[in-house]
Each structure stands twice: as structure tokens, then as C-alpha cells.
């Protein structure tokens, strides 16, 4: 049995780190893409870790940035706003490689960047802004909340829509092979990024 080529990046840190942005940013642009619902870790008020899924909407490699969108009601808006620290992981099943994203998070809700993003976003995306109650408020039944028209006022959960950029600090990639897995990480200083490998 031929096994498939190892990849380019396999023994080039500088590939493996393009690659790595590559996949976030293909990730933020394809539904089916393993990057493109990673999970994001927050703390609490009490410092216990949350993680929840969320969608990537960008990677911007040149900037280092990751954005996704939320309710500014909801429980990981509040949490960002108290401790910006936070992380990002996501796996591809297809590339056999697990991304990991340490950095801080800043809201934006009421500028230029909130709205692109809500400009940017789909009608039927749009609508779950508005819904009531608040993201998180207990319900008598399942059921209890409802939706704006999606067709009539998606522009109702606007005063709620939040875009969320993370500027990434350390940036963590394991690719998986028998013949041998590779690890590496990259942490940011004031200077660029720097790499090293890691035992996988």
C-alpha cells in the first residue's frame, strides 16, 4: 500500500506556520472546513473556564487576528469584557492537524469593525440578534423565546450584535502522521512572531 506524500510543511516551520493561516482563513470562508467552528475557552467571574463553539467569520495573517461574532447580552460577551484572555481550538479531521489560538479579545459593537461585520452577515444570521430574552435567561419552557421576522426586521438584533476580534499570541499546530507527527508554536512578541518545534 502507497502512503499519500508527506506534506510540504511537514519539516518547514516557516511552511507549517503559513499553513496554519492558511486553514484558519480557508476555514472562515468554508462551512465544511474543520476551522471553521472552533472552540473558545473564557473564564468567569469566578475564574471557572467556559467553552462553547463558535463560528469563524476571518483570519487575517498579516494582522494576526481571528473574528467571530456574538450576542452582547450573552455570557461570553461579559466574560471577554472582564478577562480579554482567551483561547481557540479546532481540528480537521481530512488534514489530520489541530490548531490551537492563545489571545486577548477585544468587543466591538459600535464602530466601524461591528459594523463591516454586521454589513457582511446574512439576513437569517442577523435575526438571532433579536431574539428575547437575553441568551442564557431561564425559560419557563424550551420554547419560551422568539425571533424577529427575518424577512421583516433582521436590523432588530442589531443593538445586540457584537463582533469579537482575538488577537492571537501564541499560535499552537500538531499535524498527525505514522510516520512521525509534527508539533510546533509560535508566540508573538513586539518584534514578530517566533517559532520553535515541539515534542508532539
Not at 4 to 17: G, M, N, R, V
Not at 115 to 123: H, I, K, P, T
Amino acid at each position: 500500500m502507497t502512503r499519500a506524500p508527506l506534506p510540504a510543511f511537514y519539516d518547514d516551520l516557516d511552511a507549517t506556520f503559513a499553513e496554519a493561516w492558511r486553514l484558519l482563513a480557508e476555514g472562515a470562508a468554508l462551512g465544511r472546513s474543520g476551522f471553521h467552528l472552533p472552540a473558545l475557552a473564557t473564564l468567569n467571574a469566578d475564574g471557572v473556564p467556559r467553552l462553547r463553539i463558535v463560528v469563524l467569520r476571518e483570519a487575517d495573517p498579516e494582522a494576526g487576528t481571528l473574528r467571530f461574532h456574538c450576542d452582547c447580552r450573552s455570557g461570553k460577551a461579559a466574560e471577554i469584557a472582564a478577562n480579554p484572555a482567551c483561547a481557540l481550538a479546532a481540528y480537521d479531521a481530512a488534514a489530520k492537524i489541530q490548531i490551537r489560538v492563545e489571545g486577548q479579545a477585544t468587543l466591538h459593537t459600535e464602530d466601524a469593525v461591528a459594523e463591516a461585520a454586521w454589513a457582511g452577515s446574512r439576513a437569517m444570521s442577523c435575526v438571532c440578534y433579536g431574539a428575547e430574552p437575553a441568551p442564557g435567561t431561564a425559560l419557563l419552557e424550551g420554547g419560551a423565546y422568539r425571533l424577529p421576522d427575518e424577512n421583516a426586521a433582521p436590523s432588530l438584533g442589531r443593538p445586540h450584535f457584537t463582533a469579537v476580534v482575538v488577537r492571537a499570541e501564541r499560535l499552537d499546530v500538531l499535524y498527525l502522521d505514522r510516520r512521525g507527527h509534527r508539533r510546533a508554536a509560535w508566540h508573538r512578541s513586539a518584534t514578530g512572531w517566533r517559532g520553535e518545534w515541539l515534542a508532539p
